[in-house]
């Protein structure tokens, strides 16, 4: 503890008498100053015991004094030491007066003891305190290293709420809580997801000081990690301000939770090589090899059906998507195999399970943002996302190819995410909406478009007619109220213009897209 206005009083050695504030004694005392100087607040900086023998005081003006006292009050001076014996005999009725109505401790100092002797007393008493908290730091430096050695990350929260006589949480890269101490602490940590997630949008290292929910402590905040975007998050919560002892345990907590992360984001690296090892053999068709590098790295995932998620995004984006799976799949305790390749990313993860799930909520959050126009990021920043359908490792190739396939589709719709098992399940008129496919129609019709804008026939309707009833003369003859010899010659002079014979059927599904992918305009 820092020396006190009671401790100074209680050291025998200094005889000092409390004459007004006795109240107030339990006030930190920062520093011992003389002066004599009539207005000494601008040397002031708060928390200094003010000595004094009123040498340049009008000490038994009321006025003055009360104006003095008050100024004093105001610059954050803790108390008022008075000598007396020297200028005056007693402390004067009118600054003893004006210290009791400013609550401001004043103290008697007899003749016999020089403010050299309080300002000692004052200076090993901080001294001793700054000893006893860098004892203490470095002891709880030695508990937290120790409890990083045998308990992980774990046993660092669980060392570092004890030093701090509080509370402390760790968030992983995602804003997610991974870990708290005690475990009562893990509600309070989880409200403080949003603080988190302004935190980590700062450049590592960053800090900032919260309220506590419900305004039930004071929280620190501290991202964890040497690059540019922090790996994790630190919350420590407590009553009250860190003391040195406890400002010590903090920075200890921090340099060797960095330490873990960095070391986990290095293994983690070299799991991300294995992993693009284990993806080449199966999308080679060797699945027994791709087990074998494995091992039991990936658990189960090699043998359960799958899904195949390939991305393409910018750095950032393509980050977030990563952290994103990888925190799902890691707070449900499931294996995933992820693979970064440039600005593209594939992921292998388990059907049904929480990587895909928050694949899909990203790509859900994403497309609610982009609806927002002053909300929404630029096109080209956008992720664009394929899924395929549940698979397993005999058939990872085509996985991997319905992705490209979704993620292909996806792109051209202007979509975030695109399943393949929609487009199996759904339509093939959207897709003839490509550019390309109505330059093609449009090139492949021209030519009867140009004969009807004459004036000599219906070709494109009758065609859409006969096309549409599977070549049937009467019922298309009907459907266009014509005789169907009409028909017959207007499908003849179609032939003739197009150079191409209605006969053949590759010919036939060409037309009949062609005038599908026109009447989407």
Known sequence: MPPTLASLVHHSALKLTVRAGEDRLDVPVRWAHVSELADPVPYMEG??????????????????????????????????????????????????????????????????????AISKAVSAAIAADQYRAVTAGFAAQRELTRQALNAGPEGVLSALAAQVDGWAALYD???????????????????????????????????????????????????????????AALAVGTASALGTAERYAVHSAIALLTLTTERSRSLHAAEQRVGAAVLRMLLAGQPDHARGVAGDLYGGLLDAPFRMIVADAAGEQLAALTETVESAAARSGEAVLVVPEGERLVVLAADG????????????????????????????????????????????????????????????????????????????????????????????LRALYEHDATGRGDLVASLRAWLSRHGQWDAAAADLGVHRHTLRYRMRRVEEILGRSLDDPDVRMELWLALKATSTD
């Not at 399970?353 to 956008?382: I, K």
């Open 47 to 116: 928390g200094e015991l003010l000595l004094i023998t009123a040498l340049k005081l009008d000490a038994e003006d009321p006025q003055a004094m009360r104006k003095y006292v008050k100024r004093l009050v105001g610059a954050g001076v803790v108390g008022l030491g008075f000598a007396v014996g020297v200028n005056y005999d007693e402390i004067p009725k009118a600054l003893v007066d004006a210290a009791e109505r400013e609550r401001l401790p004043l103290l008697e100092v007899p003749r016999r003891t020089p403010f050299l």
């Open 173 to 231: 890269a995602s804003g997610a809580v991974v870990a708290t101490a005690p475990e009562w602490a893990g509600r309070r940590a989880a409200r403080l997801t949003a603080e988190v997630d302004r935190l980590r949008e700062r450049p590592a290292p960053a800090s900032s000081v919260v309220g506590g929910p419900d305004n039930e402590d004071r929280v620190e905040l501290h991202s964890l990690g040497t690059g540019r975007r922090p790996r």
């Open 353 to 444: 399970g929480a990587a895909v799930a928050a694949c899909l909520e990203y790509a859900a959050a994403r497309e609610a943002e982009r609806a927002v126009p002053e909300q929404g990021a630029a096109e080209e920043d956008e992720p664009v996302i394929g899924l395929s359908a549940p698979s397993g490792p005999i058939a990872a190739a085509a996985a991997y190819k319905q992705a490209e396939q979704a993620l292909s589709v996806a792109r051209r719709r202007g979509r975030i995410l695109v399943e393949h098992e929609q487009l199996a399940s759904g339509s093939v008129l959207p897709l003839l909406a490509d550019d390309a496919v109505k330059a093609f129609a449009d090139g492949l």
